[in-house]
C-alpha cells in the first residue's frame, strides 16, 4: 500500500519551497501526499481524515516546516489539537517536525503511540528557538537510500559557550525512513 504523506508549510515562502521539493521526491517513490499552508484552516480536519482512513499496512508520514512556539504551529494548530488527529493513525507513524520547539511535540505523541511503530524527528535544537534542518536533512539523505545517523551522528555547533558536538537531529522511536526511500 501506498504511504501516505501530509505536508504543511509554515506562511513564509522558503517553508513552502523547502516542502515543494519534499514533496516533488515522496511523489517520485509512489507516495499518495497531501500539502498544505497554513494559516489553512482544514489542516487539523485534513490529518484526520487522512489518519481515520489509514491502514495498518500502510506508513503515514507527517511533516512540518515552518514557525513554531512552546504550544504548537503558528496558525494556532496545538500540539494538542495534532495529539487528537493522530490518535487515529492505524499503522506506523513518521513525524519529521522542523520548527522552533518542535521536540515538544513528542511529550504529546508518547500519550498515544509506542516507540515500535513510531518514529519523530526534529533539528537537534527544537526545544527551544532553532533554525530548522530536518527537511534538508531528509532531502539529502532518503534519496541515497541513508538514514542521517549512518553517515554522521554529530556535528560541531558554535556558540558564546563554545564550540560543541551536537547530534544532527533529536529521534524518538523506530528509524523508520526506509519507508520512504525509493522503492
Same mark, same amino acid.
Given at each position: 500500500?501506498? %504511504?501516505? *504523506? !501530509? #505536508? ?7 517553508? !513552502? ?11 517520485? !517513490? ?30 503515514? #508520514? #507527517? ?28 499503522? +506506523?507513524?513518521l513525524v519529521? $517536525? &522542523?520548527?522552533?520547539?518542535g521536540y515538544?511535540l513528542l ?9 515500535? $511503530?513510531? *518514529? ?7 526545544? &527551544? ?5 530536518? =527537511?534538508?536533512?531528509? #532531502?539529502?539523505?532518503? %534519496?541515497?537510500?541513508? !538514514? %542521517? ?10 556558540? +558564546?559557550?563554545? &564550540?560543541?558536538?551536537?547530534? =544532527? ?12 526511500? %525509493?522503492?
Amino acid at each position: 500500500m501506498r %504511504p501516505k *504523506c !501530509i #505536508l504543511v508549510a509554515g506562511s513564509e515562502r522558503r517553508f !513552502i519551497k523547502s516542502l515543494r521539493q519534499f514533496e516533488t521526491y515522496l511523489c517520485a !517513490i509512489g507516495c499518495d501526499v497531501e500539502f498544505y499552508t497554513l494559516p489553512d484552516l482544514n489542516v487539523l480536519k485534513a490529518i484526520s481524515s487522512a489518519a481515520r482512513s489509514s491502514s495498518r499496512d500502510q506508513p503515514f #508520514l #507527517l511533516v512540518y516546516d515552518g514557525h513554531g512556539s512552546p504550544w504548537g504551529w503558528e496558525g494556532n494548530i496545538s500540539y494538542l489539537s495534532l495529539l487528537w488527529s493522530l490518535l487515529k493513525v492505524k499503522g +506506523e507513524l513518521l513525524v519529521l $517536525n &522542523d520548527t522552533c520547539y518542535g521536540y515538544r511535540l513528542l511529550n504529546y505523541l508518547k500519550l498515544i503511540r509506542c516507540s515500535k $511503530n513510531t *518514529c519523530f524527528i526534529s533539528p537537534w535544537d527544537s526545544d &527551544d528557538v532553532s533554525y530548522g534542518g530536518a =527537511i534538508r536533512d531528509a #532531502l539529502t539523505y532518503w %534519496p541515497k537510500g541513508i !538514514i %542521517p545517523e549512518n553517515v554522521f551522528s554529530e556535528h560541531i555547533y558554535s556558540s +558564546e559557550k563554545g &564550540d560543541r558536538e551536537v547530534p =544532527i537531529q533529536l529521534r524518538w522511536g523506530a528509524a523508520l525512513e526506509h519507508r520512504f526511500f %525509493p522503492a
